[in-house]
């Protein structure tokens, strides 16, 4: 774990996604977590840190995420893991089992509302 760099994008194999940043200081991965209508930030653990409960194998490092370990605005990380993950199916050629339509429809529409109301002010 200690090759792993904080704050990056990972291609990982876990048990509800694979794709998720580092959090070094929590020693996890911050995923987009899709739970019946439901899509929300969730911390899985590394594979090697918490056994029986560690979840994630990382596989290798994308990109720097944009957040510089500021995670607080959970909207925006969420958007961010959000088109992530769908641009990786695109490329892949089809979407990822957890995103139905009506989950994917119901992101776009609340995304929307928030780009909206902070593009009033």
């Known amino acids: 774990m200690e090759e792993l760099k904080d704050g990056y994008l990972y291609k990982i194999d876990g048990k509800n996604t694979n794709l998720g940043i580092w959090v070094a200081a929590k020693r996890c991965f911050l995923i987009s ?15 090697d840190d918490n056994p029986p409960y560690g ?11 944009p957040f510089e370990g500021d995670y607080t605005d959970e909207a925006a990380v969420l958007d961010y893991l959000n088109v992530e993950l769908i641009d ?34």
């Open 88 to 121: 990786a199916a695109e490329l892949a050629g089809k979407k990822p089992e957890y995103l139905t339509l009506e989950v994917l429809e119901l992101w776009k529409k609340e995304r929307n509302e928030r780009y909206k109301k902070n593009t009033k002010k």
């Open 33 to 47: 977590r899709f739970m019946f209508a439901d899509n929300f930030l969730f911390e899985e653990n590394h594979w």
């Open 55 to 65: 979840t994630v194998k990382p596989f290798r490092a994308i990109e720097l995420s």
